[in-house]
């Protein structure tokens, strides 16, 4: 069963966080920690089947609220206490009694992988590497307004996971910002996906099988980047 954690933000603020633990196939000695997307928090269908089936593929995945979330509110938080909360989580992951060993990828869902982005972008010592579950490379309808300059600063392997159809950013609006960010970024397209993966009924793939096509990538990428 997952273990549920109470992790401090502040001095009077908590947030739920949830462990679980790397099961099935070969152990990586990896932790992912993955924040939620802007509209949903940690017990989205899409945020527990990624956690679920990434723990099955060997990796020690951990999700978390975002304080707007733990306490009933829609509208995010500003940037800082965003960052301020996964940085928190970072530190709890990194001193857990059973994950401390562990290498250390950061990342999330669109908005939670663009704070995930941020925070390794400011600290000298970054995590060993990232993935990105539909970076928000621009609002939808706004390509003009990119959230893209602070990635080069960023030291650590990165995985973008992009659908062909992400009104955030498509993958040919990718393209030059993986080129800029070279070796240390890889592009991974979900073709007919939206900005959650989703592609049509009419392409005739089971979306079942496009997760799970997802969810081998990123363990593909883990071992052959994080894990050696």
């Known amino acids: 069963m997952p273990e549920k954690l109470g992790i401090q ?6 947030v739920t966080a949830i462990v679980y633990s790397a ?3 070969e152990k990586l000695g990896v932790t992912l920690l993955l924040g939620h997307g802007a509209g949903a928090n940690q017990t989205s269908d899409f945020m527990v089947s990624f956690a679920e089936a990434l723990a099955a593929q060997g990796l020690d995945t951990v999700t978390f609220n975002f304080l707007y979330t733990e306490e009933g509110r829609r509208a995010p938080d500003p940037n800082a206490r965003l960052e301020a909360c996964y940085g928190a989580l970072i530190d709890a992951v990194s001193a857990h009694r059973e994950l401390h060993l562990n290498k250390l990828v950061i990342g ?3 908005m939670g992988g663009r704070i995930a982005s941020q925070v390794a972008a400011n600290r000298i010592a970054g995590p060993d590497g990232l993935v990105f579950l ?3 490379l621009h609002p939808p309808g706004k390509p003009d307004q990119l959230r893209a300059a602070h990635l080069s600063r960023i030291r650590s392997p990165m995985l973008f996971v992009q659908g062909s159809r ?5 993958p040919d609006e990718m393209r030059p910002i993986i080129k800029k960010l070279g070796g240390l970024a890889s592009l991974y397209i979900v073709e007919g996906g939206d900005h959650s993966f989703k592609v049509p009924k009419r392409q005739g793939v089971p979306q079942d099988r496009v997760f799970a096509c997802v969810q081998d990538e990123i363990r593909s990428w883990v071992l052959r980047v994080i894990a050696r």
């Open 23 to 25: 099961s099935g196939r």
């Open 108 to 110: 999330g869902k669109s």
């Open 9 to 14: 933000i502040g001095e009077d603020q908590r």
């Open 166 to 170: 992400d009104a955030f950013g498509t």
């Open 134 to 136: 539909g970076y928000p």
